[in-house]
């Protein structure tokens, strides 16, 4: 409660010790209840719980106080020296992966990064930003002060005068404390968490701890204190004598259940203590659980470990820019081993020194850290309000870590070289990839999607193979070995029905979503759509060596199950009583009309799933392409044409009753919508749209030449000009409405280019097949 309100008093305890603040709580959290509790303290013995409830309780509650203190403790940026980069991770309170449809890097007037999910989560009062930026800024300069022992005179035995003792360095904020020690390699926290989150997990999720320990609850009796032989032989010799008598216990079933109902109670009945969740859009709720409920307890104690590592990962590059341009940050006196240096204490005084450097660094040295996030990912909560909470702070800290690190490096911590951590990680990504679970937030669910699809966009068409690939990991290409993947693509060559990896992986799961049509249509899930589209022909397109058998088997894999000509059925197969479902979209599609900003999403849906038919139609091409016979062959491995299979696809493509083709060239939006002569005629100021246009984000090759507008940055442009009429509130106003559908056209504008490119690609690839027979 104390770190959790507006402002804590920074003349706590003045009138009891030397050196006032509320520091001593913090280090007695920080390096005395934690090591403790964890068993990780040397000179002090460990703590003994009757139950594992117990301590996880105890350990909640400590990590509560210091997330309380890290989310308040604010350190003024200087200006990013980044542009054009992608948006950064990090938030106030918890590290998300940003929305980036619509949000870029920005400034506050403070220099700071801002973006949409800094918007959703903010862990601290506005009104209260620039009290704790100030408040920390003493924690970089030199300042200094006397204790009350320095400043009253005092003499020695002999009568003399003692001669002041220098000032003492400032002590840091509870803040600076915590976030010194998380980022230093001498640290102990980042290592208590590491172990609080392996102790806290086992494949089948978070622990269950309510079975009793009997070792656990000795413990708790006796303490360090040893049973006496002779009293345990004297209890032993007692009960067997109570056995001759015929003494022994009662049987419980001779008495009656109602009589036990009534009697079967418990002594001290459970207390019931409040707990407060934060939400994917920062609304704590305060929930309640008792002093027994072990799920509960160990869940919020993994959700706020993983919490306080967003925390530290999205403040580590101001502090440790701080702390490089200040001496005085590198050191600290703690206040609970202070000692008042005077003629009488004649021991030094302990100053405690700092060495920072990025989390991400630090993290990649603990060992089996990654790893043990990576199946965080996976886990759907059975007690807190959102599920997703646990997967999404992990995945987060995943995608933070991953930035930074080289990608080899990364890959090799975050699977090592067991094909058994492998098959971990991509089962824990598939579980969540897959969509299946429909409680939590969906907004927060489908960020958790896009950031693993973007783990895999990273290292998808890089030179690497097996567990130097995070890509390959996920999409559960990493177990097979060459000689394996050989004999893969020539039994499915030969016809027979073989499996590429013998379990649940990204890969299959993005290929049953395609396959419903529910997925590809929803405009919460047509980006996810058509990144996954975009995949499978980016494994089917790369032409690097390396990487050559990996293809082949992609394309094997997905030629066995019919997936380009199925895709191409369920986007531009038509009949006599149905239309094509892209003609039908392109038809009714709010673009053609009076476009209303309500119905952006729609249009914003039109635009992905054109997206996805021109991938479709690319990889049909390279399809084609591998039915041919025109794929590079291997002295090991040579694959013959297919002239059966290569004939079947040119007769959808070519002949009726589907003619692809043919019937696909009506549906191309060749010409301007009605949108865009609307929006050149109310254009706003150029003054105000040209600072805030970016090069829209996506792949070179599709999205190159596309400019779209930064919403935020223009209401954060003309706020900075003070602008108070209600005339400039207006124009703002309308300057952000016609923003988002002058990003809504450009987006369907660069699908309808890439669609007719993509046509095209798949017309050339057609006829020079054709020419070939």
């Not at 968490?193 to 309510?210: K, M, P």
Request: net charge neutral; proline share 4%; with cysteine.
């Amino acid at each position: 409660v104390l770190f959790s309100s507006s402002s804590y008093p920074s003349d706590l305890g003045s009138n009891r010790r030397e050196i006032c603040g509320c520091n001593p709580y913090i280090e007695y959290v920080v390096d005395f209840v934690l090591p403790r509790a964890m068993g990780v303290k040397k000179a002090s013995s460990a703590l003994h719980f009757s139950t594992t409830t117990d301590k996880s309780r105890l350990l909640t509650r400590a990590l509560q106080v210091i997330n309380a203190v890290l989310t308040k403790y604010s350190v003024s940026l200087p200006r990013p020296t980044r542009q054009n980069a992608e948006p950064m991770l990090v938030s106030e309170n918890i590290l998300m992966i940003e929305d980036k449809k619509e949000s870029t890097v920005l400034e506050d007037e403070k220099g700071q990064t801002t973006s949409e999910w800094n918007k959703l989560l903010h862990s601290s009062n506005p009104n209260n930003v620039s009290k704790d930026i100030d408040a920390a800024e003493l924690d970089f300069m030199d300042t200094r002060f006397q204790t009350r022992s320095m400043t009253r005179n005092q003499t020695n035995f002999d009568g003399s005068v003692i001669q002041p003792v220098e000032p003492l360095p400032q002590p840091k904020s509870p803040g600076f404390y915590i976030l010194a020690d998380l980022l230093s390699s001498d640290g102990m926290l980042l290592n208590i968490i590491s172990l609080i989150l392996s102790q806290h997990l086992t494949y089948d999720g978070i622990a269950n701890g309510n079975s009793a320990c009997t070792d656990a609850r000795a413990k708790a009796l006796f303490g360090e204190i040893l049973p006496h032989y002779s009293a345990v032989k004297t209890g032993r010799d007692y009960l067997i004598e109570d056995q001759k008598h015929g003494l022994d216990r009662l049987e419980i079933s001779s008495i009656r259940s109602h009589f036990i109902e009534q009697l079967m109670q418990p002594l001290y009945p459970s207390n019931v203590r409040e707990l407060t969740e934060i939400s994917f859009r920062n609304l704590q709720t305060s929930v309640t659980a008792t002093d027994d409920d072990d799920t509960v307890w160990r869940e919020n104690c993994v959700l706020t470990a993983l919490r306080i590592i967003c925390a530290a990962s999205g403040r580590e590059e101001s502090f440790i820019t701080r702390c490089e341009s200040s001496k005085a940050a590198s050191r600290s006196v703690p206040v609970l081993r202070f000692r008042p240096r005077d003629s009488r204490s004649a021991g030094p005084l302990y100053i405690k020194h700092y060495s920072v450097k990025g989390i991400s660094k630090l993290i990649l040295e603990v060992q089996s850290f990654l790893p043990i996030l990576t199946q965080y990912v996976g886990y759907q909560s059975s007690s807190l309000r959102n599920e997703c909470s646990i997967a999404s702070a992990a995945i987060s800290i995943l995608a933070h870590v991953s930035d930074k690190a080289p990608p080899k490096e990364y890959a090799t911590c975050i699977s090592g070289m067991s094909a058994i951590e492998q098959r971990n990680i991509a089962l824990s990504f598939a579980s969540r990839l897959s969509l299946t679970s429909e409680a939590g937030d969906v907004d927060e669910r489908i960020l958790i999607c896009e950031t693993i699809l973007k783990l895999i966009f990273r290292d998808l068409c890089r030179d690497t193979v097996g567990h130097d690939n995070l890509s390959h990991i996920i999409l559960g290409l990493s177990c097979t070995s060459p000689e394996e993947k050989k004999a893969y693509i020539l039994h499915s060559f030969q016809g027979s029905s073989v499996e590429l990896c013998g379990y649940n992986n990204a890969l299959d799961v993005m290929i049953r979503l395609m396959s419903e049509m529910n997925f590809l249509l929803d405009p919460k899930y047509a980006e996810i759509a058509s990144k996954c589209h975009e995949i499978m022909y980016r494994l089917c397109e790369t032409n690097s060596p390396s990487l050559h058998l990996t293809k082949l088997c992609v394309m094997h894999k997905l030629r066995n199950i019919e997936f380009w000509q199925k895709q191409l059925l369920r986007f531009l197969g038509a009949s006599e009583y149905s239309d094509s479902v892209l003609f039908s979209i392109l038809r009714s599609s709010g673009i053609r009309g009076n476009c209303e900003t309500n119905g952006l999403h729609e249009i914003n849906r039109d635009s992905h799933v054109m997206h996805c038919v021109s991938w479709v139609l690319k990889g049909v091409a390279l399809e084609l392409f591998g039915l041919m016979g025109f794929v590079e062959q291997t002295k090991e491995l040579k694959i013959g044409p297919q002239p059966t299979k290569c004939r079947q696809l040119l007769h959808l493509l070519l002949k009726d009753p589907y003619s692809i083709i043919m019937k696909s060239l009506e549906y191309l939006p060749l010409n301007k919508p009605q949108l865009a002569s609307q929006l050149y005629a109310n254009s706003p100021r150029r003054e105000i749209i040209d600072p805030a246009l970016y090069e829209m984000v996506g792949p070179n090759d599709i999205c190159d030449g596309y400019k779209v507008i930064d919403e935020n940055k223009i209401s954060l442009g003309m706020s900075e000009n003070n602008l108070q009429a209600e005339s400039a509130k207006l124009e703002q106003m309308e300057a952000i409405e016609w923003s988002k559908k002058w990003n809504c056209y450009v987006h369907f504008a660069c699908a309808s280019s890439h669609l007719s490119r993509a046509w095209c690609f798949l017309t050339q690839i057609t006829f020079s097949v054709c020419s070939s027979y």
